[in-house]
């Protein structure tokens, strides 16, 4: 079973700060990896996909991507208390299935 | 945007009954489709996975005559708790892959099932 790991937290910044969150895999061999949004009692929500090393962004969200250090962040910018909820980092495998890493709650203060 | 929906959003069960509960993508057809289970303050569990015309794969540890499978059509697939008991309560998800997209799976809205 490939291992995707996160901190669990609670990641804690203030409202309009950056909250940076990240999550390292097992599988050197892994090619896609998405970032999920999850509120409590709620299902997950993509927020993005990354699949080439470097730097992706979509709005206020930017995945980041390094495979030689097996390494993915998601940086939120100008973090609202809205964006406070779980988020789930999950790695491609073979046939398709994702693996989760187990989320880190992010709480944004205002 | 890719919409997956999940019927019933909630069920609570006597012991012993069996819960069927679908799943179906509402605008785009998914030829697989996968099943998770997540239990309070942890992290999704794939149970398995639903393709459209064949067998389920179910992922070790998952009892396939527990949890019956049926994708009939590439918009809809079931998930039948058979014979439930009280340690199946959970929150079932579903997800289907888009791969007329970009290939990725966008979650149903879940399923919580309380088994009394």
């Known amino acids: 079973q490939k291992e995707v790991e996160q901190n669990s937290g609670p990641l804690s910044v203030p409202e309009g700060a950056i909250a940076s969150l990240n999550c390292t895999y097992s599988?050197?061999?892994?090619?896609?990896f998405f970032w999920y949004r999850q509120y409590s009692g709620k299902s997950p929500e993509l927020i993005m996909f990354?699949?080439?090393?470097g730097d992706k962004e979509d709005g206020r969200f930017t995945a980041q991507l390094n495979k030689a250090s097996q390494y993915v962040s998601l940086l939120i910018r100008d973090s609202q208390p809205s964006d406070s909820a779980t988020y789930l980092c999950?790695?491609?495998?073979?046939?398709?299935?994702?693996?989760f890493g187990a989320g880190t709650i992010l709480r944004v203060k205002s | 945007g890719a919409v997956v929906s999940q019927h019933p959003s909630r069920v609570i069960c006597k012991s012993g009954t069996s819960v069927k509960i679908e799943c179906r993508s509402l605008d785009f057809q998914a030829t697989t489709m996968f099943w998770y289970r997540q239990f309070p303050k942890q992290s999704l569990m794939l149970m398995a996975t639903s393709n459209e015309g064949s067998k389920a794969t179910y992922e070790q540890g998952v009892e396939k005559d527990k949890f019956l499978i049926n994708h009939a059509s590439l918009t809809l697939s079931t998930l039948t708790v058979t014979s439930a008991h009280p340690e199946d309560s959970s929150f079932y998800i579903c997800?289907?892959?888009?791969?007329?997209?970009?290939?990725?799976?966008?979650f149903g809205p879940g399923t919580r099932l309380t088994v009394l």
């Open positions: 997800s289907a892959r888009d791969v007329g997209g970009t290939d990725t799976q966008y």
């Open positions: 990354i699949y080439s090393n």
């Open positions: 599988d050197r061999g892994s090619q896609s």
């Open positions: 999950a790695v491609m495998e073979y046939g398709n299935k994702l693996v």
